[in-house]
């Protein structure tokens, strides 16, 4: 975990590289992402049963986005983003349940304000998705776990072209009164077209 955070330290040093100074936070983009993923279930209703499983797990997570940017303002940025991202050694077990999340996507919306600008304050929102192998010891499935999603970051232009973000989302798969929470800190590298 030490040397996660240091990573952390390290990608957050490219914020404070010389700006640009083209308008990097309009238009598409594309980009991949890498970090910290803990899942924690309490209970889980699948299409194999009921669940009585109990866990909480670290991974690291990895994954590619792709969005767009729209400035309303020259201050105010919206747009939309989707993203596809797959976890290492992230599974959930108890009680003889097991989880294995094998892939998520997340379709969100974006609205930032640029404090300067190349730095860009932004907060997100919308759908998240999470396909997993489910087994309960005599039964195995795979199994889809819908939610919503929520977050906010901090986006900064590298160059006229590159961005570097550092990003909190908190994710909430859970159904039917089961508690599936998902929390991920994420840096991530955008090319912006």
Do not use: C
């Not at 010389?18 to 699948?46: H, I, K, L, M, Q």
């Amino acid at each position: 975990m030490k040397t996660f955070f240091a990573g952390l330290a390290a990608a957050a040093s490219l914020f404070s590289v010389a700006p640009a100074f083209a308008d990097t936070f309009a238009g598409p983009y594309v980009g991949a992402e890498a970090g910290w993923n803990e899942d924690r279930v309490r209970g889980a209703d699948t299409d194999i049963g009921d669940m009585d499983l109990r866990d909480n797990r670290d991974a690291f997570v990895g994954g590619v986005y792709a969005g767009y940017n729209y400035k309303v303002t020259p201050q105010v940025v919206v747009g939309a983003e989707a993203g596809f991202d797959m976890g290492a050694d992230d599974r959930l077990r108890g009680n003889g349940n097991t989880i294995d999340p094998n892939y998520s996507f997340d379709v969100a919306a974006r609205a930032g304000y640029l404090v300067t600008p190349q730095t860009l304050l932004y907060v997100r929102g919308g759908y998240e998705n999470m396909r997993a192998r489910v087994s309960n010891g005599l039964v195995e499935g795979h199994d889809t776990f819908d939610g919503w999603s929520v977050g906010g970051g901090v986006e900064r232009a590298i160059t006229d072209h590159v961005s570097a973000r550092l990003e909190y989302r908190y994710s909430d798969l859970g159904n039917n009164g089961n508690d599936f929470d998902r929390h991920q800190a994420l840096f991530g590298v955008a090319y912006n077209f």
